[in-house]
Structure formats: C-alpha cells, structure tokens
C-alpha cells in the first residue's frame, strides 16, 4: 500500500477578479474550493492512475471535516490524525496578477505528532510512504529526519519531496525517491543550474548522500534522473502551460504509479515527465488520458557514467 502524509493540509480558496482595488470592495468572477496539500494531490493523482493509496497527516474543525469528506468522496481512504484548531484556509487571488494568502496552520501538540507516528511504525516493508510539502510552524524542524528514521528501521520504502533543509536532513536515511526541480538542487549547493547536463554531476552527490534515485525537473528545458546505474535525460512534451501548481506532485505519483506495476526506473521516468506535463497544461490535476496522449513525446537519452 502506498501512504501520504500530508502535515499541514489546506482548503485552498481559489478567488477570480477582474482587479484587486485594495481599501475597495471587490467582487469575484469565479470562486472554487479545494482541498491543498502536496501529498493530497499524490493521492488524487494515483487514484486517477488506479492506484489506491490512504492519506496521513493533520485536520481538524469543520475545514478539516472538508478536507476529509472530498478525500472520501473521491474512493481515497484516510487516516488522519485530529487536532483540535481548523484545518487552515489558503487564498489564491487570481487577477491581472496572482497573489497568495497562505495560513501558518493549526497547533500540532506533541500528543497529535506521537499519534501520527505510531500509525507510521505499523507500517511493513511492502509499503511505501510519501512524505510531501512543508510542516507546520509549530514542529519540529527534525520531524520528516524522524520520520524517516522510523521508516529506515522498519525497512519502508520512502519517498521526499520537500526543500532545503527538511530534505537535505533526511538524504543520509536513503529515500527511495527525491524530486527537487533545478531551483531546489541549486539551493542545497550553493549554485545556479540552468541545463540537464549540469544536474548530472550534483545528482550524482545525492546518490553518494544516500538517495536512490534522484528526478530533477528543470519546466520546458526537460527533466533528469539520476541513480547508481544510470542518468536519463528526458525530453518535455509540447503543450501550452496553464498552471504549475500539482505539476511536481503528478511526477511524483506519475513515476510510483508506474514503479509499482513494472519495477522498471525508466519506465517510471518516462511516465512521471508525462504526468508532470499533463498536469500543467490543465486546470487542475491530469487525467490517464492525458498522461497518456502525451507518453509519445516524452524522449529518453541515456548518459553515460563515469567513474565515482
């Protein structure tokens, strides 16, 4: 079974207006709601590609019961941990410009995160848990460093797709996948990268950290995998870009969805830059069949490794 744990999940609260006049009234055009968390989007995405999975992480109030009830709704089983402040609400104001209004999240007691890794300490070494997004203010800074201590004692495959610090501490625990996109690896060293072939040699670090395997997504100049065997680079289909938002988390899910059914890393590639893809070039998160369409356009090129 395939878990994600989501720590500080949200209602996003998505506003369409012609203008922001600020000190005004403003009336919207369009309004939705959704729920928002990294290792929400994983689960949805893996449902879409008929892959079940069940969602950790913290809600409470009636926002939460939201959060819950859409999960739900949609066949994706939960297991999540109540605490006692509302689930946050997130704002997205999307006019001539786009601005977020983002909620630092409720209180995680030391009694709610003792509870959430306890249902982590049941899992086996058949599972696998995604660790997606930030964690809640008021945290740990260690907390996905014990996570993932609990899952490399008890031989569960894990998976982080996080930045700086929260994942540069877990990278010695040897994460089944990391997904950082060129900024986030850039970030952990210091430098700028612009190309796929400048990834190669800082991902090659990460292996030598601890990692397994390591994609790099660098938006239309394409994507690259790294692992001890190997370094593909991968080509991005064409397509006209609608939103980003869940395009990190569709290549996540795209990549397990596929490791899953075929045990094949290249295979898993191909379908998690297709995922990506599809994701942002849709309002929303992808469809199979879009991944799908786009499977065709996604070219791999082997690199060859040299020496350690």
């Known amino acids: ?65 939201y959060v819950e009830q859409y999960l739900q709704s949609l066949s994706i089983a939960t297991d999540f941990v109540k605490v006692n402040e509302d689930t946050r609400i997130n704002v997205k104001l999307k006019s001539d410009s786009e601005t977020e209004i983002n909620a630092k999240g409720p209180i995680i007691t030391v009694e709610n995160f003792e509870a959430l890794k306890q249902k982590i300490k049941e899992l086996t070494s058949d599972d696998i848990l995604i660790l997606a997004g930030s964690i809640p203010s008021t945290m740990p800074a260690s907390t996905y460093e014990e996570l993932a201590k609990i899952c490399r004692e008890n031989d569960i495959k894990f998976v982080v797709d996080a930045e700086g610090d929260l994942l ?64 593909l680079i991968a080509s991005v289909p064409q397509g006209e870009m609608k939103s980003s938002v869940g395009a ?24 998690s830059v297709a995922s990506g893809s599809a994701t942002a070039f849709s309002i929303g998160l992808c469809t199979r069949e879009k991944v799908e369409s786009l499977l065709p356009q996604v070219k791999i090129e082997k690199k060859a490794l040299r020496g350690e």
């Not at 403003?26 to 929400?40: D, S």
């Not at 994983?42 to 449902?47: A, G, I």
């Not at 990190?248 to 379908?271: L, W």
């Open 168 to 231: 540069k501490k877990v990278l010695p625990l040897q994460p089944f996948l990391i997904k950082p996109n060129h900024h986030e690896l850039g970030d952990l060293f210091h430098t700028v990268i612009h190309t796929c072939d400048e990834v190669i040699p800082y991902g090659r670090e990460l292996i030598n950290k601890g990692v397994q395997n390591v994609i790099v997504s660098l938006a239309e100049k394409g994507a690259v995998l790294i692992n001890k065997e190997m370094a």
């Open 1 to 65: 079974m395939i878990y994600t744990l989501t720590l500080n999940p949200s209602v996003d609260y998505i506003v369409e207006l012609d203008q922001v006049k600020v000190g005004e009234l403003n009336r919207t055009k369009n309004e939705t709601k959704l729920p928002g968390g990294k290792g929400i989007n994983v689960s949805q995405v893996l449902k879409r590609l008929d892959i079940d999975t069940l969602a950790l992480g913290f809600i409470g109030g009636f926002t939460g019961e």
């Open 248 to 271: 990190g988390d569709s290549m996540v899910a795209g990549f397990m969805a596929t490791y899953e059914k075929t045990q094949s890393i290249e295979e898993a590639f191909r379908f």
